[in-house]
């Protein structure tokens, strides 16, 4: 109870600030003002419209953008969609970082946000799966016994943009390196579709009509 007073309270300040910065860059010429204090009810029915909703659909579109740049390479590998990955990669942290304060309902409920967001990566234990035999597919990615840190943004970051934050579409084919590079384009490959899974699972739990719709019965809280 405790908890849920300390995120309503957290919740009526964000938005306050918000209407006081909006009133600040627009200020009417006529002082008229509502001074009355948003009640409960109205925050909570708030936060999924102008928070939840509008930053997790951000991430969803970017990491359908992701996806296609994947698809791309992973038929044929190159530079351009590796830059395209790491651009709209970059777009789904920031869209995730802005509602990550506030992890009221499924996402949280549901465990989606270690799903998708533990980190650090485990890179030993990450480059002991790329030089092992297993397949790196969908039943491997899904499999409840993997650890979090090692499927989601981070893993996906660390193939990506390497440990310098320079590899290249070259890495993902040679099979001089350590750990192999298709290695690391399969793993990269059953990690995309998990990450939009899990992606799209967190959209459509804040989108009012949508399955999974916590929206809607967050929206009937309050007194």
Not at 9 to 36: E, G, R, Y
Not at 49 to 59: K, R
Not at 158 to 181: E, K, Q, R
């Amino acid at each position: 109870m405790r908890t849920k007073k300390i995120i309503l309270l957290s919740l009526i300040v964000l938005l306050s600030i918000t209407a006081c910065h909006k009133a600040d860059n627009n200020a009417p010429t006529t002082n008229n003002t509502n001074t009355t204090p948003p009640t409960s009810a109205q925050v909570i029915a708030d936060f999924c419209t102008y928070v939840a909703a509008p930053d997790y659909t951000d991430m969803y579109n970017n990491a359908i953008t992701f996806q296609n740049a994947e698809a791309s390479f992973y038929a044929n590998p190159n530079d351009n969609d590796l830059n395209t990955m790491r651009t709209s990669w970059k777009a789904m942290r920031a869209a995730y970082e802005l509602a990550e304060g506030f992890l009221i309902g499924p996402i949280a409920t549901q465990n989606l946000d270690p799903n998708i967001d533990t980190w650090p990566v485990e890179k030993n234990e990450l480059d002991s799966i790329l030089n092992s035999n297993d397949s790196l597919n969908a039943s491997f990615i899904n499999n409840p016994n993997l650890q979090p840190s090692l499927k989601g943004f981070h893993p996906v970051e660390y193939l990506i943009f390497g440990t310098t934050g320079a590899a290249t579409a070259a890495s993902f084919t040679t099979t001089a390196s350590v750990p192999a590079g298709p290695r690391k384009m399969q793993y990269l490959h059953a990690l995309t579709a998990n990450m939009v899974s899990v992606v799209t699972q967190i959209k459509n739990s804040y989108v009012v009509g949508s399955s999974n719709d916590y929206a809607s019965i967050l929206n009937s809280a309050g007194p």
